[in-house]
């Protein structure tokens, strides 16, 4: 810390105490440290510059320079009191480069001011530049992110006939972009729809007023009775989860994980089991979502629609037709189960997006080992805190027969290949269908959304009513027993023990497998 300045006494010849005192002295001290510009102005005020009377010649060769003569003095009650240099300096505080500045700078009896920092620098960046810049960023659209892996091209616009002086430099850019704007950018979607990007410009570019009734219906639509999911498959998750390079070029034993998206709670479910217990086709992901139906949708849902793609050896098959008339058995309150597929140039789900949160925080716990599938899943738990997922573990007598249902002689229902008004039926056309509570097997379907009226399958098979009744009264597990892996696998994950701890290696040992185990891919 530095300390005040106090005043000093000097041993004094000519003046004395009674002519100057200190108290006078330590309030001129004070007043004038407060500015250097009137410091200076005091300072200049009370030194006299008299022009010399007379030079002494001590050398001829050496004349001195001096041309004036210094009498400091201070006002004392209304009177001029003549002081020594040094008296004046010590009172003061100040030194002889204080009094030779003030002098310097003294012009008609005033002190000309600091001129440092009045006029405007020539390098500073005009108020138009910055204007501009915000100009610029208001006009970004802003929305919600959505995860995209695929390629982006982007067009930029050419620098002919831009003046340099507009251009604004980039680290002003980044400056009023991050202290002036809460914006943050995102990778442009490179697999939207053409007319969801038209309808999403309209809506930003709409009033208050004209989003009125789309808002209505919005939150209209979001009522207890009805219920939205998205649901669709991760890719295959490796365990164990290793990361040396000979463990690259070994087959891995998998993980499953079905994702169901509740767009209406706003919750999140993964139904996860691994290549041991089933695989991953129609049977398998119509079984997940019977799981979820009979555990997590409420009695008072009348409605449930189901978005998925297209893959038809998971969400487009007759499993799924199935399954729905299995669900308006065990849920007696729900009127209508709608599925729709997305179209071919709108492949984005919220789903995606969920499982982008998890692949970006498993790569920020690498501490995390993942050996078994359950790690997987304890990975998966953690991933949100905020709006955490719920982990479904699907074990093996959740996993039944739906193709069953539409096979064999007794079965309830027949695959047909052609509908009611006589045209060729194929599962892989249609784009929307819906099955009834009040209509069993009958199944209404579109094959473009524009289409104004459904067409109608009837999937019913004219059995006894005995027959049929207990066929609907029992579903069969997929399989009694674990589903063996290839014997190339289990040889494969042998060789990997050796980078897997020692308590994990009984699972591995005891994996089934055979000449008849399947691969995943």
Known sequence: MISSRALKIVNLATVTHEK????QGLQNCETNNNNEYTKRQFVASRVEQIPIKRTRERNSERRSKRQFTNHYSFEVNGLKVVVCKNFFLNTLCISQQTVDTALLKKEGGLVTPNKRGKHTPSNKISEAVRNGVRSHISKFPTYESHYSRKKNQKEVLGDANVPNKNIAKKWLYSEIFNYEYNYSFKTPDSDTCDICDKYKIQLQESSIEERTTPQEDYERHLTDDKK???????????????????????????TYNLTIHDSTAQKYFCMMWDESVAGRGGNEVASCLLKFVSSYVPETTEQLTIWSDNCPSQNRNVQMIMCYEWIFKLKQSLKVIIHKYLSREHTHLEVDGDHSVIERERKKIPQLRIITPWDWQQVVRLCSTKNPFTVVNIELEDFVDFKKLCEGPNAPFIMKKTSEDSEPFLISKIVHFEV????????FFKTAFDDNNFR???????????????????????????RPISTKKYNHLQQLLPWVPNVFHHFYKNLPHGDGGEDSD
């Not at 009834?436 to 199944?443: A, I, L, T």
């Open 228 to 254: 939205v999911l998205m649901i669709d498959p991760q890719k295959c998750l490796p365990t164990p989860e290793l990361h040396n390079s000979q463990s690259f070029y070994f087959l891995k034993f998998w």
């Open 20 to 23: 100057v005192a200190e108290e």
């Open 456 to 482: 109608k399958l009837d999937l019913n098979r004219r059995l006894r009513r005995s027959a049929s009744t207990s066929i609907l009264e029992n579903l069969h597990q997929i399989r009694d027993s674990t």
């Open 436 to 443: 009834r509570q009040d209509s069993p097997g009958m199944v």
